[in-house]
């Protein structure tokens, strides 16, 4: 568990390499195995983006670390066509 507490409606999550956790909530899973931004530090629960192999929130955050990454990539949802 991440944060201790041992509760009955506890579940696991097995990860491609293998490895399982268990934890009381989805906050609690999120804080141990979703990947963070390289760029901002933030929890990556989306989508995101990956250039390169590297991981970003968003196409922003790609786009502000440099490098010429995440020039091509747009954040599309909800975003006005013209």
Known sequence: MVCGNDYWMSFEVRTVS??????????????????????????????????EGRFFCCAHCARESGSGLGAEIRDTVGAHPG
């Open 18 to 51: 293998g490895d399982t956790y268990t934890f009381d909530s989805i906050e609690c899973a999120a804080q141990k195995i979703a990947p963070s931004c390289e760029h901002c530090g933030c929890r990556i629960l989306g989508h995101g983006a990956e250039v």
